[in-house]
T-cell receptor, first 112, second 111 residues
Framework: NAGVTQTPKFQVLKTGQSMTLQCAQD?????MSWYRQDPGMGLRLIHY???????DQGEVPNGYNVSRSTTEDFPLRLLSAAPSQTSVYFCATGGQGPDTQYFGPGTRLTVL | GENVEQHPSTLSVQEGDSAVIKCTYSDSASNYFPWYKQELGKRPQLIID?????GEKKDQRIAVTLNKTAKHFSLHITETQPEDSAVYFCAASGGGNKLVFGAGTILRVKS
């Protein structure tokens, strides 16, 4: 039982490049979400999903896309990376709604 | 939407003393209030949570209180130990499916 996994752990991109951050869970949770963490700003919600086939925007969705084709996976796509997207990204899952979320280990992204 | 403010941003206490972190929220529909602890370089981990139908909850040295009328909730850590040093985040979830976090409090326990 791996819980919530994220890949990669570290990534360096150049401005304009695209990439996908992977998130997978084996907890059979319906709710999944993506946060970014920047110094002094806490965790800000990017996108979330309440179940397969359903996604919605959080506080800071611009520049990011998500899809939820299965219960287990919730990838986050950066369409054209910008230096402002340098951050630590956390995926989280929950049983019902945003209650009691379990976080993945995070991906540290640097955009040059 | 929901807005959560957290104070103080940093807190230093002597080992054995108590620490209190306070959060206020704006959305009266919020009904779930978790607290997360994050050690350096690690993921946030839930340490305690409270729902709107409860005024206080305790778990060993940690307690959370909720004042729905004033729309604020607090984390209390008693008999602090060096391993309590970390960043603590409060959060609030409203009637929707979004969990909104405070900016965090850096707690330093001096031995």
């Amino acid at each position: 039982n791996a819980g919530v996994t994220q890949t990669p752990k570290f990534q360096v991109l150049k401005t304009g490049q695209s990439m996908t951050l992977q998130c997978a869970q084996d907890m059979n949770h319906e709710y999944m979400s993506w946060y970014r963490q920047d110094p002094g700003m806490g965790l800000r919600l990017i996108h979330y999903s309440v179940g397969a086939g359903i996604t919605d925007q959080g506080e800071v969705p611009n520049g990011y896309n998500v899809s939820r084709s299965t219960t287990e996976d919730f990838p986050l796509r950066l369409l054209s990376a910008a230096p402002s997207q340098t951050s630590v990204y956390f995926c989280a899952t929950g049983g019902q709604g945003p209650d009691t979320q379990y976080f993945g280990p995070g991906t540290r992204l640097t955009v040059l | 939407g929901e807005n959560v403010e957290q104070h103080p941003s940093t807190l230093s206490v002597q080992e054995g003393d108590s620490a209190v972190i306070k959060c206020t929220y704006s959305d009266s529909a919020s009904n779930y209030f978790p607290w997360y602890k994050q050690e350096l370089g690690k993921r946030p981990q839930l340490i305690i949570d409270i729902r709107s139908n409860v005024g206080e909850k305790k778990d060993q040295r940690i307690a959370v209180t909720l004042n729905k009328t004033a729309k604020h909730f607090s984390l209390h850590i008693t008999e602090t130990q060096p391993e309590d040093s970390a960043v603590y985040f409060c959060a609030a979830s409203g009637g929707g499916n979004k969990l909104v976090f405070g900016a965090g409090t850096i707690l330093r326990v001096k031995s």
